[in-house]
């Protein structure tokens, strides 16, 4: 390593990775973080859970200390110690240290920045009124700890429906507090598509959750020892407590004012090997602009793994190494009250922005093996490239299981492979961990089938319903329950006795429950010269389709 001395700002995931990395790599550099905090290497993304007593010891967020870096790693960590700016022309920077109020400097010969990224707080009146907080750190969740037990409190606001929000939301609830959830955009978890995202609102409504979407907070007053909030239709709530969960925006002060580059997003802008245009300075972690591996557009992903990665490929690329950061595809994972919902790749809504060709389907396998006791549904949408079938993302929500399929799709997706590769996938089985073809093979074999005019699919939203004919193949009791209006229903086991009465000279639209039914009808209807198409997802997907429109 020619890069003997290696100063790291900021000590959470890609600080904390990068120091201990460079270590592996090199044992005579001089390695120290920088820290403006009171902690180094904390679990942040366990702080919710911190906040609602499910994680009961503090201790346990500490993924590493100051003791533990010195004696394993020999790097010295130095807490309370902001820095103030760089000196790129001398390679030194500025620090103080808060508990001393020293200002000192520091050379380097290799420079890492990984100051993460702050909660987003708008400027709106009120904001900054007694018992609204954010969630970053673990003096935030000792903060909103003391809240709770001193001021009892009984009803909270959550502003914001991503991660944070709903688990705030769920932590919250645990603890016995009544929530209001609040959130600008149409739906929660913005990265997914609406529909997919309709068992969320279920569960948090059996829980005694309200929601509210499509309306943004305009104004926060005190109203005595509570808060009151008001949305932009107008709309007020009362709370003792209020969590913004509104996002993040990334720490650059210190880059901006050292005149390093950063991106439209407002990120540093790195290449490959996480290096800024400074070569002797690196950046990691949440405040540093990605290439999306989907789409090749630049983008900010918060999210623990990447920024771990990327510390890592800093400390190979300081150590002379030539490894490459290949990108984000934003897999992630959010489970509220036993619901699991996961995500990689890009969403529909992110490839219609982009003008990206993409196919879909949709599922509802279950996570095992039906003759097994316990097996539990797992709604799955996968999308993918109509030219060679590859994998564009993947989406699935469900009580078991659903993290696995991501992850099986995740790597897929990274290594390029194809709808036709899912489909031959050889994946553990037995009967209470999944089937002898796993809902990832259904998932490649419905997308195959389509691609290759086996069993072509078609959508709920992109159906001609004047020229077509629409078939439900279900029961007759499963018809008489729920139906799409205008819809003939004959039973897949009286189908081949009752083909006189389809026509042969317009599409024929099958759906069933889920859409296996559907699929048998379809080939079969194929195979006697129809014109067959199934309603991918089934009946299902329609109504998560619908009560999507009408969540707003």
């Not at 540093?268 to 789409?295: C, K, L, S």
């Not at 949709?362 to 097994?372: C, E, N």
């Amino acid at each position: 390593m020619t890069q003997k001395r290696i100063l790291i700002v900021g000590g959470v995931a890609g600080g904390a990775s990068c120091a201990a990395r460079s270590r592996r790599l090199c044992e005579d550099a001089e390695i120290i973080i920088f820290d403006r905090g009171p902690f180094v290497s904390f679990a942040n993304c366990g702080l919710p859970y911190y906040v609602g007593d499910v994680i009961t010891d503090e201790k346990k967020l500490l993924v590493a200390n100051t003791d533990l870096f010195k004696q394993r790693f020999n790097i010295e960590v130095r807490l309370l110690n902001e820095v103030l700016s760089i000196d790129r022309e001398n390679r030194q920077i500025t620090v103080k240290d808060l508990e001393k109020d020293k200002v000192y400097t520091e050379s380097y010969d290799a420079l890492v920045l990984s100051p993460g990224a702050s909660p987003i707080r708008p400027p709106l009146p009120g904001i900054d009124l007694p018992g609204i907080f954010a969630l970053r750190t673990i003096p935030d969740s000792r903060r909103i700890r003391a809240w709770i037990q001193e001021h009892q409190v009984q009803q909270a606001v959550i502003v914001g429906g991503g991660f944070i929000g709903l688990e705030m939301t769920e932590n919250l609830v645990h603890r016995g507090i009544s929530v209001t959830l609040l959130e600008r955009l149409p739906q929660v978890m913005p990265p997914l598509d609406p529909e997919m995202v309709v068992p969320i609102y279920d569960r948090l409504k059996s829980h005694g959750v309200q929601v509210n979407l499509g309306d943004g907070v305009t104004r926060f007053e005190a109203e005595g020892d509570r808060l009151q909030i008001t949305t932009e239709s107008g709309q007020q709530y009362g709370a003792d407590l209020v969590i913004l969960a509104i996002g993040v925006r990334p720490e650059t002060k210190l880059a901006q004012d050292a005149g390093l580059d950063l991106g439209d997003r407002g990120g540093f802008r790195v290449n490959e090997q996480m290096q800024t245009n400074d070569p002797h300075i690196w950046a990691v972690g949440d405040a540093v602009e990605v290439q999306d591996y989907v789409t090749g557009e630049w983008t900010l992903i918060p999210l623990a793994g990447p920024a771990n990665r990327q510390g890592r490929i800093a400390a190979d690329a300081i150590a002379g190494r030539d490894m490459k950061f290949r990108g984000v595809q934003g897999t992630s994972v959010c489970g509220i009250f036993d619901l699991v919902v996961a995500s990689t790749g890009a969403s529909e809504k992110t490839l219609k922005r982009l003008n990206i060709p993409y196919e879909k389907i949709y599922l509802h396998p279950g996570h095992h093996v039906g003759y097994f006791p316990g097996a539990k549904p797992i709604d799955m949408k996968l999308l993918f490239s109509p030219d060679d079938g590859r994998i564009l993302g993947a989406q699935a929500a469900g009580s078991q299981g659903v993290e696995k399929r991501i992850d099986v799709i995740a790597m897929a997706l990274q290594r390029h492979a194809t709808v036709f590769d899912l489909e031959e996938a050889e994946l553990c089985y037995a009967p209470q961990f999944g089937a002898a073809k796993d809902p990832v093979n259904f998932a490649g074999a419905i997308a195959a089938n389509h691609l290759r005019g086996d069993a072509p699919v078609v959508q709920w939203d992109a159906v001609d319903w004047d020229r077509g004919f629409l078939l439900d193949v279900r029961e007759k009791g499963e018809f008489e329950a729920g139906y799409v209006s205008g819809a003939i229903n004959i039973p897949l086991g009286q189908l081949r006795d009752r083909l006189e009465e389809l026509p042969q000279d317009r599409d024929i639209y099958v759906y069933c429950q889920v859409g296996q039914r559907a699929y048998y009808a379809t080939r079969a209807l194929r195979l006697n010269h129809y014109p067959a198409f199934n309603l991918t997802g089934g009946f299902k997907t329609h109504n998560s389709v619908k009560n999507a429109e009408n969540t707003v």
